[in-house]
Every structure is written in structure tokens, then in C-alpha cells.
T-cell receptor, first 112, second 115 residues
Framework: RKEVEQDPGPFNVPEGATVAFNCTYS??????FFWYRQDCRKEPKLLMS???SGNEDGRFTAQLNRASQYISLLIRDSKLSDSATYLC?????????????FGKGTKLSVKP | SAVISQKPSRDICQRGTSLTIQCQVD?????MFWYRQQPGQSLTLIAT???????TYESGFVIDKFPISRPNLTFSTLTVSNMSPEDSSIYLC???WGHGTGELFFGEGSRLTVL
């Protein structure tokens, strides 16, 4: 079983749509969770951390379900500029700092 | 935030040669990390580079193949030695912003193609 698993997509949605990405992780002792965004041919950048209570940043909502080892990202009112690959990232407990386990990413394409 | 500059941004190399990638950070950082992103794959940590000590390599990566230097708190190099086409990948330098935050800043990456 892969350590961090995501639906690769692509998700093709119209502007204004709501889209949700899911991610599962295999290590139940994982401590920290993140969503990164990677634009085509660019480096990944942190989008948001994911907290147990769930958190929201503007149009973006992240949720964590530890019991199911499941993380989600919801994007409301999609913009063309949201087109990117979204990486689910987990900090492997006991690993060195920076040893984040990256999913392969879910590709989002927002169309006019 | 941290600004990270990587050189070269891309290169095409012949099988059997070696390439050194440079990473410069605009502030002093304790640890620097080298990742690899193969086509269609997720990012994989190669090694962690601490200033003044040998780099710590992850499973599947060895110093002979990926020697790393860390001469000071703002600079590191990664060498890809005796390259084969399987080494074609994007190599990314990164630093952690804040202790234990999990927020990594990445350089723009070095896209390596081995013929």
C-alpha cells in the first residue's frame, strides 16, 4: 500500500465550480498533514496545513479524519488560477524534519 | 519566507558523466534537503544536509551516487554521479521554514535529462 495515495485526476471543472480532493495515508502514527500546490514546471508551494479540527482559508477548506486516515481539500468558486496539481503531504512520525511524504498529486484544470 | 536559487535550471547530460547542482539560500538555515521528482512521480527525499557534518541519506540513496556538500549555512551542492537515463528527473533543494512546521520552501528545481 502506498504511503500517501491520491486520485491523480485530472479534474476538469468549469469556473465557479466546487471541487473536492481526497487523500489517504497508511501510517497511523503520522503527525502533520499538508496540502501543497505545484504549478506546471514549477516547484511545490505550501497551500495550507491541515488540522484535526479542520481549517479554512478563503475558498479552501481542509479536513482531517484520523480514524479513517483520510485528508480532504475543498475548493469553492474555482478560479482559472486554481489550475495546478495539488499534493497531499504527510509528516512521517519519527522521520527527520523535512522528511515529508508526498502523494503523486491530483491535477486540477479549471476551464472558462 | 526563504528565497532559494538553484543552478543549473536544466541540463542535458551524457551517460556516465556527473553533474553538480548548486543551491543558495538567502538566509542561514540549519538543514537543507534534497528531493527528487521523477516524471509522473511524487517527490522523494534523497538526503538531509547539515552544515559541518555528513549528509544523512534516505533508503535507496547512497553517498557514492549522490555526494552532497554543505560548506556553510546558506549553500549546498548535490552531485549526480555516473549518470544513467534513470537519473533523468527534477532535483529540488529545500529548506524548512520554522522548526517542525513542515513548511518547506523549494528552489525552482534542476531538470536533468540523461541521454
Amino acid at each position: 500500500r502506498k504511503e500517501v495515495e491520491q486520485d491523480p485526476g485530472p479534474f476538469n471543472v468549469p469556473e465557479g465550480a466546487t471541487v473536492a480532493f481526497n487523500c489517504t495515508y497508511s501510517n497511523s502514527a503520522s503527525q502533520s498533514f499538508f496540502w501543497y500546490r505545484q504549478d506546471c514546471r514549477k516547484e511545490p508551494k505550501l497551500l495550507m496545513s491541515v488540522y484535526s479540527s479542520g481549517n479554512e482559508d478563503g475558498r479552501f477548506t481542509a479536513q482531517l479524519n484520523r480514524a479513517s486516515q483520510y485528508i480532504s481539500l475543498l475548493i469553492r468558486d474555482s478560479k482559472l488560477s486554481d489550475s495546478a496539481t495539488y499534493l497531499c503531504v504527510v509528516n512521517l512520525a519519527g522521520g527527520s524534519q523535512g522528511n515529508l511524504i508526498f502523494g503523486k498529486g491530483t491535477k486540477l484544470s479549471v476551464k472558462p | 519566507s526563504a528565497v532559494i536559487s538553484q543552478k543549473p535550471s536544466r541540463d542535458i547530460c551524457q551517460r556516465g558523466t556527473s553533474l553538480t547542482i548548486q543551491c543558495q539560500v538567502d538566509s542561514q538555515v540549519t538543514m537543507m534537503f534534497w528531493y527528487r521528482q521523477q516524471p509522473g512521480q511524487s517527490l522523494t527525499l534523497i538526503a538531509t544536509a547539515n552544515q559541518g557534518s555528513e549528509a544523512t541519506y534516505e533508503s535507496g540513496f547512497v553517498i557514492d551516487k549522490f555526494p552532497i556538500s554543505r560548506p556553510n549555512l546558506t549553500f549546498s551542492t548535490l552531485t549526480v554521479s555516473n549518470m544513467s537515463p534513470e537519473d533523468s528527473s527534477i532535483y529540488l533543494c529545500s529548506v524548512e521554514w520554522g522548526h517542525g512546521t513542515g513548511e518547506l520552501f523549494f528552489g525552482e528545481g534542476s531538470r536533468l535529462t540523461v541521454l
